[in-house]
């Protein structure tokens, strides 16, 4: 095509630097200029061609001023719409970045800049600020009552911590007023009531249709609203937030407390004491609750075995569960049946006497004969102090089932402490064939043996004369 076909506006520009993707090749893979191509650019290309992406002839000094440009741009955006059209020509910066052929940093200098990586670290510097520009949302607003909302419902609230927690719902519900919103709620006089608030808050702002532009003076006084809601929130007094000592004072731990029956120290052992003699095992388990130390910890079991107070099955069978020892003798003193299903499981671990001997003595004391034939089976152990127990605890269950196995631990075990809690045991059951069984041995070599048996004659004696 001659000078003078050419259209009339080739070769003009607008005045401004562009930036293109330079086509290395013609289509038959010469070069643009009808040259021969060399081999180096051969490759280049067809390196490029896989990639499926053209080389910019552009170099860092050309790709920072374009950013400057979209930062310029940045600066002077005002609306959702500026913004998107910042960020598209970010993108195409970020494109070009992507396929220019950026020098290297030297290798052997480590402090040498890397063009690219500091190209990269700038655009998404400038996708945080675009970022940051947009909004606020309607949706900013929501997410930051909803998280409000949530710790309403889980906080553990304090009485004065209850209060401010519904002042700050109140104070929000008043500023979402004043920004124009109609919100019909009423925050009550608990955090729930006012949780329940913040969702009708909620939908009053979902269902305002709030536009990022044109209502972005409304929107800012909302998310300004919200967060101060979070932040007076958090400043509402939890229980977290008390020491030990001023959760149980706020919960009457220490009401019964006086200087004239304060003789104790410390004084949380005086109110342990005072807790004893009012049967009053709640203010015992909230020591045991709240104090770390072993001597507290050992003073509330005591109190607690002593009282045998069915309150204190929850907190002991946690316990007990755990093969404590304490808290399973202290259910022992509690009775209940329930504990049975969970002990008997435990006085099969050969390997922890101490722990058998307990177990059984709680067995015989709570006396449900479901636990008989765990506890017989423990007349074979190999330790003779759990022999023992078990043949004891048979007797305080009472199980008539009991009385042949008793009176052949009697006859077979070699160890006197056994043979006595054997008699003793059919002593305490008490039948016709119970006392026979024991009163058999009246003549026994050991003493303590005899005792026991001499006991079961004098018991079958006046039972035969009051028939």
């Not at 480590?110 to 655009?123: F, K, N, V």
């Not at 299903?341 to 390997?351: N, P």
Request: charged share 35%; aromatic share 4%.
């Amino acid at each position: 095509m001659s000078d003078e076909e050419a259209p009339d506006d080739a070769g003009d520009s607008d005045g401004e630097e562009e930036f293109e993707f330079e086509n290395t090749s013609s289509g038959d893979g010469a070069p643009a200029d009808g040259g021969e191509a060399s081999p180096n650019e051969d490759e280049t290309n067809e390196a490029d061609a896989e990639d499926g992406k053209l080389a910019v002839d552009a170099g860092p000094e050309e790709l920072n001023e374009r950013l400057d440009e979209v930062e310029s741009e940045l600066e002077t955006a005002e609306t959702e719409a500026d913004l998107d059209a910042v960020e598209a020509d970010l993108d195409d910066v970020a494109a070009m970045v992507e396929a220019a052929d950026l020098p290297e940093p030297d290798e052997d200098d480590e402090d040498a800049a890397d063009p690219r990586a500091g190209l990269e670290d700038r655009i998404e510097g400038i996708r945080g600020d675009i970022e940051d520009a947009r909004g606020p949302y309607a949706e900013d607003v929501v997410t930051d009552v909803e998280e409000a909302r949530g710790t309403l419902r889980e906080a553990e609230w304090t009485d004065d911590g209850e209060a401010e927690a519904v002042a700050a719902v109140e104070t929000f519900l008043a500023a979402v007023e004043e920004a124009g919103v109609a919100v019909d709620a009423d925050a009550g006089s608990t955090p729930e009531a006012a949780a329940d608030a913040l969702d009708e808050a909620t939908a009053a702002i979902e269902g305002a249709g709030l536009d990022p532009d044109e209502d972005d003076e409304t929107l800012a006084a909302l998310v300004e609203a919200a967060e101060t809601l979070n932040d007076d929130l958090e400043a509402a007094e939890t229980w977290d937030d008390l020491s030990v000592r001023e959760k149980m004072t706020a919960q009457g731990f220490y009401d019964r407390l006086t200087p004239e029956n304060r003789k104790d120290f410390p004084p949380e052992r005086s109110v342990v004491r005072i807790a004893e003699q009012e049967n009053d095992p709640e203010r015992v388990l909230m020591a045991l609750e709240y104090f770390t130390s072993e001597f507290m910890e050992e003073r509330a079991i005591d109190a607690l075995r002593r009282m045998g107070s069915e309150e204190a099955y929850d907190a002991m069978m946690e316990r007990a569960r755990k093969r404590d020892v304490p808290a399973i003798e202290v259910l022992g003193k509690i009775g209940d049946d329930r504990a049975v299903e969970t002990l008997v499981d435990f006085i099969q671990d050969d390997g922890n006497p101490p722990l058998q001997k307990a177990v059984l003595r709680a067995l015989g004391e709570i006396g449900s004969e479901e636990a008989t034939q765990d506890v017989a089976n423990r007349l074979v152990a190999e330790s003779p102090a759990v022999r023992s127990n078990a043949a004891r605890a048979l007797g305080m269950i009472g199980d008539t089932r009991a009385v042949d196995p008793l009176a052949n631990r009697i006859t077979e075990d070699d160890d006197d402490s056994v043979r006595a809690a054997a008699v003793w045991a059919l002593n305490r059951i008490s039948t016709e064939e119970a006392l026979e069984s024991a009163a058999a041995y009246a003549d026994a070599d050991s003493f303590i043996v005899q005792h026991e048996a001499d006991r079961a004659a004098d018991a079958l004696g006046k039972a035969k004369q009051e028939i």
